[in-house]
């Protein structure tokens, strides 16, 4: 007889995750060469329904970016100087209770342009004292290696992952950190997101519009994506063999998707795009790509050029674990002319039933557990929610003090419906929120964008003394890890 979960697990993975290249900064320091994220540009007017705009690329924006030193202007070239300030920001997620931080690795901080025979050293040396300091507070790394941020040179020499050269590359990458760090991380992630390449490909594949041949954009794109398939079983394979205890998992975008009434046409075009979500767990998990998926490329004459073992790879270096960002849900509709939303860089109709955030995004807790339930359903293999938590603007008091309850009531819902979903089977080991202290927000490139329990003193432009500092929210997390999920009020 199955015995009744109640609440969350003992050895529950409570902590926070952040990006190299939305924290780290000291991109030209140390040997680091410019990745994708090093030319993404703050606009101070960008306006929440311009994400695609912003997001978009071209030779010549690189072109330009790269003649330009300036960090105002990039952002993400400071980060907040993670890089420098790392002791201190472990030290305050060790307060608040993590048991957990999901980190990435700077691919160009190991190879500046991902090509070089040999690792950069002083790179490579930064994780270690990374790894040092979160093992010193018994924090349990969870690490990304491909989370939005490749060698821009792959990018401009390749067209990023367009060419298969790319898979080596990015193997012995991995191998490199799997030798280097098998003895302090057990949890490794591959692509963060990697469904987001047909929302924004250059950022997550390196992929330059220009540079693809004339009308073949969605036909480039499968080929990328289908290259970084392959090259995550391989370094799924690889781990494996390097770190027998290891566990890797993939990461999907959960984007949950409702039909916005129940005529027949809303719900099969929200049917259409969940199943379409799943596509991309579905290869990592199952070890190969849906029927429906092949009829589509059939249809729209899509070739993906595969070498003879692709498929069999794919088939038999499947992952240990799902994770997942999680942020809001959308709806789909038939209907033309209705009001339309922001999301994690995707828009749909707006929920009627829900509140939103300052960018938009919609506030709906239930989608988070009914996302458990789809995906433990679907894949039954244990889940992680590596990314969850509300971009807001937050007010600094006069005393210092920051009164962010619309955040403690965000994580509050959320966690309660995750205790629910566990109660009712889903196997879910742990939960990182998404920034736990403020980082460079990705899709805008804003700092005014914050999602932390830990305020840093610094605005859209730069200004700013990195002072940390802890908000309402810091101890009430605390608290949250402390009771093990018990305590929420």
Known sequence: MMTKTKGFPKDFLWGGAIAANQAEGAWNVDGKGPSVADIAMYR????????????????????????????????????????????????????????????????SRIFPTGEEAEPNEKGLQFYDRLFQEMKKHNIEPIVTLSHYEMPLALSLKYNGWVERKVIDLFVKFANVCFERYKDVVKYWLTFNEIDSIHRHSFITAGIIPDRCPEGKIEETVYQALHHQFVASALVTADCHRIIPDSQVGCMLTKLTTYPHTCHPNDVERALKQNLDNYFYADVQVFGEYPPLIKRMLERKNINIKMEADDLAIL????????????????????????????????RGVKNPYLPSTDWGWQIDPVGLKISLIELYDRYQKPLIIVENGMGAKDVVESDGSIHDDYRISYFREHFRQMKEAIEEGVDLFGYTSWGPIDIISAGTSQMSKRYGFIHVDQDDDGNGTLKRSRKDSFYWYKKVIETNGEVLD
Do not use: C
């Open 315 to 346: 088939k038999e270096h499947t992952v240990d674990f799902i994770s997942f960002s999680y942020y809001m849900s959308l709806t789909e509709s038939a209907q033309e002319g209705l009001e339309k939303t922001d999301g994690n860089t995707i």
């Open 44 to 107: 101070s007017n960008l306006s929440v329904e311009d994400y695609e705009g912003h997001l978009a690329v071209s030779s010549e924006n690189i072109d330009r970016a790269m003649k330009d030193p300036d960090v105002k202007k990039y952002p993400k070239r400071r980060g907040i100087d993670f890089y420098h300030h790392y002791k201190e920001d472990v030290a305050l997620f060790a307060e608040m209770g993590f048991k957990t931080l999901r980190i990435s690795i700077a691919w």
